[in-house]
């Protein structure tokens, strides 16, 4: 399964979500990762489990992304990616839970 939404509302706001079962994402390689996003890209991955964010981390390790800075919900990934913007220094990918406490994923990513 691979499955794609996107929802745009220009110029205000874009949303990109995509579904990959683990299985697939695991066939890719590392090399294909590594071109969309260079070892430089700041990445922040937001998740309530604790254990699913090693596994997303580790993850990332393997495609050579490891500026990976890590919340436990959208609550408080959103005032993380605030102060970032306000230094200029923009995450480069999010990785994001979708059912969460406090604010749900797709709320947090539109915010974003």
């Not at 990762?33 to 699913?52: A, G, I």
């Not at 596994?55 to 990332?60: E, R, T, Y």
């Amino acid at each position: 399964m691979h499955r794609v939404f996107y929802d745009s509302n220009p110029p205000n706001d874009s949303i990109f979500v995509s579904f990959v079962r683990h299985d697939i994402l695991n066939r890719k390689s590392n090399q294909e990762v590594s071109h969309m996003f260079p070892p430089e890209t700041k990445v922040l991955v937001v998740d309530d489990s604790k254990t699913m964010r090693k596994l997303v981390i580790n993850a990332l390790a393997g495609c050579k992304l490891t500026l990976v800075q890590e919340a436990e919900d959208a609550a408080d990934a959103l005032p993380m990616v605030e102060a970032a913007a306000a230094k200029n220094e923009n995450y480069g990918l999010i990785v994001s839970d979708w059912n969460m406490p406090k604010m749900q994923g797709i709320e947090f990513l539109r915010k974003v």
